[in-house]
Structure formats: structure tokens, C-alpha cells
Nanobody
């Protein structure tokens, strides 16, 4: 069992930055690939970024490529999502998730999920 807790969300103006954190506890976090997803009101949960257990492989949604950076620190059992040049369309609840396999873009296979953190970008 892996417990995930996100933090770092908030209200920011367009063009600003936020850094989300995902704190893991329970089983060894380093054995899991990690993903970030987001869900806006009335919409499906969408893929944002993912990183392999080693941190070597990463993947990004086209909508955030070049603006967001995913990273992890296995020694601290933590993952991060640095978000720069934020846009109003980035407004959503952001979730981190862990899966025991490889980097993937779909929610299928992600076994553990956090409770989410709200990110609101004002225009």
C-alpha cells in the first residue's frame, strides 16, 4: 500500500508558477512509476506528466510540454511537478498517482492516488 498526499496548489495569475509536491508513504515509492493527472469541473481526468521509477524516463502531455517539469526524489519519497507559464486552462484539481509498472498516459494501471490539490489560474 502506498499513500500519496499532494500539496502546493493555490491561486496564481496567468504567467505565474507553482510547484506541486507529492509525498509518499507506505511501501517503497521508488518501485513505482509516478504520474500527474488533472481534472477540471465537468471533464475527464487527463494525463499531465509521468516519470519512471528511476527518473530516467519522462512523458508529458502536449499541452504542458515545455512549461511543466516532472521530477522525483526517491530518497525523500517525493515527487514534484514544476509548473511555469501557467494559463487559465491549466485550472483543475491535480492528482499524483503511482503504478508498479512503467510510464503510462492512461489512468488504467495507476494503483494508488492522492486526494488532489486545486490549482486555479486567473487571467
Amino acid at each position: 500500500q502506498v499513500q500519496l498526499v499532494e500539496s502546493g496548489g493555490g491561486l496564481v495569475q496567468a504567467g505565474g508558477s507553482l510547484r506541486l509536491s507529492c509525498a509518499a508513504s507506505g511501501r517503497t515509492f521508488s518501485g513505482y512509476a509516478m504520474g500527474w493527472f488533472r481534472q477540471a469541473p465537468g471533464k475527464e481526468r487527463d494525463f499531465v506528466a509521468a516519470i519512471s521509477w528511476s527518473g530516467v524516463s519522462t512523458d508529458y502531455a502536449d499541452s504542458v510540454k515545455g512549461r511543466f517539469t516532472i521530477s522525483r526524489d526517491n530518497a525523500k519519497n517525493a515527487g514534484y511537478l514544476q509548473m511555469n507559464s501557467l494559463k487559465p486552462e491549466d485550472t483543475a484539481v491535480y492528482y499524483c498517482a503511482a503504478n508498479p509498472s512503467s510510464v503510462r498516459r492512461t489512468t488504467v494501471g495507476y494503483k494508488y492516488w492522492g486526494q488532489g490539490t486545486q490549482v486555479t489560474v486567473s487571467s
